[in-house]
């Protein structure tokens, strides 16, 4: 496409008039992800994306690593190419949704009391829509970022990258030339401190995870005889174990600077090692914050037998496991303690833990585009409890930040909307965070 005919398209329209529709389209695009070789919608989402990229001059490139499981790429030539580029990554699938739960179609994208609804609403099809719309505003307008910046929008991160993000270090890393450095999902969102004062946590660092299947193996015997030997019974006691432990404190470096800046906004001293206390004064965002102050193991699945009057030789259980940087080995041996002797515990998925320190000119450029447009902003790091696509580009250097700004009302609960019931985002919101990108690009 010519720059004129760039140019053209759309002439006129901003990032702000256009996210929200974008955001919409994107939900209305079912790309539940079920944990197996399927993506039913990822590919026609890859594609929607390409057409939008293409529609503003840029030579979108789609990569699909299994039938319809497909990421789109694109490269934003910039002001100064001999610059370190600049990654900006989104994922498209999202976590099923039973309409059944909902108060609105999961996959309807309406707007309702000024949210648009839907199943990845934050996570994270509300990014996806904000570059989009940021990028297709600056190409319409000949306005050049400073440096290159490649956009990667990604299948199957929510069932650990291999079909999206892991494929394509692995397989293409040459589209990731000169990046050292990325934005992207699960930060910059706020937290309303008082009428002065709103933070905004940008992801320095989050819990590298064991995904694992747990299984014992017994004696198999009729069920209406004794049997002392049970597997059944062996693996519910160790899941009970496990599920019951309380796991010990362990403040990290980007836990312990989060709570340094919330006690600075508060006024008052918090305390890791009293929890309770502590989490009371965090509000909405407890749920994201306490579960980065200790390892976790999460019993998820249970399976065994096939017929009730048939004790099984094997039970089966499986378990979302997440350990803190540094804490690797220490929540291994924990987990073994735990469990005992008779479990045999083999990983289905395992990647590592991340940290970066909260310095430099990047994060100096999330400040002061969020300032910008929110005078009372102080951006902030935090630990994600979760994992995203970064632990895939770590392979290739790239330091990597959550940045996706939203400014939220204080009521919305906002960490409940990831991968929960009833998922949404203001539009306030996603205007907010165009304005604050489109600023953080100019300075990035």
Not at 189 to 204: A, C, D, G, I, K
Not at 295 to 309: Q, R
Not at 366 to 372: D, F, G, K, V
Not at 374 to 390: E, Q
Request: hydrophobic share 40%; proline share 5%; glycine share 12%.
């Amino acid at each position: 496409m010519s720059e004129s005919t760039a140019g053209a398209a759309g002439a006129g329209v901003t990032g702000e008039d256009e996210v929200v529709d974008i955001c919409r389209d994107l939900i209305r695009i079912d790309t539940s992800n079920y944990g197996d070789h399927s993506g039913p919608g990822e590919r026609g989402a890859a594609e929607y994306i390409a057409e939008k990229l293409a529609e503003v001059g840029l030579e979108p490139q789609i990569f699909e690593s299994h039938p319809g499981r497909a990421s789109t790429v694109a490269r934003i030539e910039g002001e100064d190419p001999s610059r370190p580029a600049l990654l900006i990554h989104g994922h498209t699938d999202v976590v099923p949704a039973n309409a059944a739960d909902w108060t609105h179609d999961p996959f309807g994208g309406e707007i309702v009391d000024g949210c648009v609804w839907g199943r990845g609403a934050v996570d994270m099809k509300d990014m996806d829509a904000m570059t989009l719309a940021v990028v297709r505003e600056r190409l319409r307008t000949g306005r050049k970022p400073p440096r290159d910046v490649v956009l990667a929008f990604m299948a199957d991160e929510e069932a650990g990258g291999i079909y999206g993000a892991r494929h394509l270090v692995d397989r293409h890393p040459d589209l990731f030339e000169g990046v050292t450095e990325a934005i992207g999902e699960v930060g910059g969102f706020s937290f309303t401190v008082n009428e002065n004062l709103r933070l905004y946590l940008v992801e320095t660092a989050e819990k590298g995870m064991h995904w694992m299947r747990l299984t014992v193996e017994g004696t198999a015997g009729h069920g209406s005889m004794t049997n002392t030997d049970n597997a059944v019974t062996e693996l519910c006691e160790a899941v009970g174990r496990l599920g019951r432990h309380t796991w010990p404190v362990r403040v990290t470096k980007t836990v312990r600077a989060f709570l340094d800046e919330l006690s600075d906004a508060l006024g008052t001293p918090l305390d890791p090692e009293d929890m309770e206390a502590t989490l009371a004064k965090l509000g909405g965002i407890a749920k994201m914050i306490g579960t980065t102050l200790r390892n976790s193991a999460a019993p998820t699945m249970l399976g065994a037998g096939y017929k009730v009057n048939v004790i099984p030789g094997e039970a089966t259980a499986h378990v979302d496991g997440r350990f803190l940087p540094g804490f690797e080995q220490e929540f291994l041996a924990d987990l073994d303690r735990i469990l005992g002797p008779r479990v045999r515990r083999e990983d289905v998925h395992h990647d590592k833990a991340l940290e970066t320190t909260f310095d430099g000119s990047l994060v100096d450029a999330m400040q002061s585009a969020l300032r910008a447009e929110d005078p009372i902003a102080r951006a902030v790091p935090y630990m994600l409890s979760g994992g995203t696509d970064a632990k895939s580009f770590h392979d290739l250097g790239i330091r990597s930040f959550g940045f996706a700004p939203l400014q939220l009302p204080p009521e919305l609960d906002f960490a409940g909307m990831f991968h929960g019931v009833d998922e949404r985002v203001p539009v306030d919101g996603l205007k907010f965070g165009v304005r604050v990108l489109d600023r953080f690009l100019d300075a990035a």
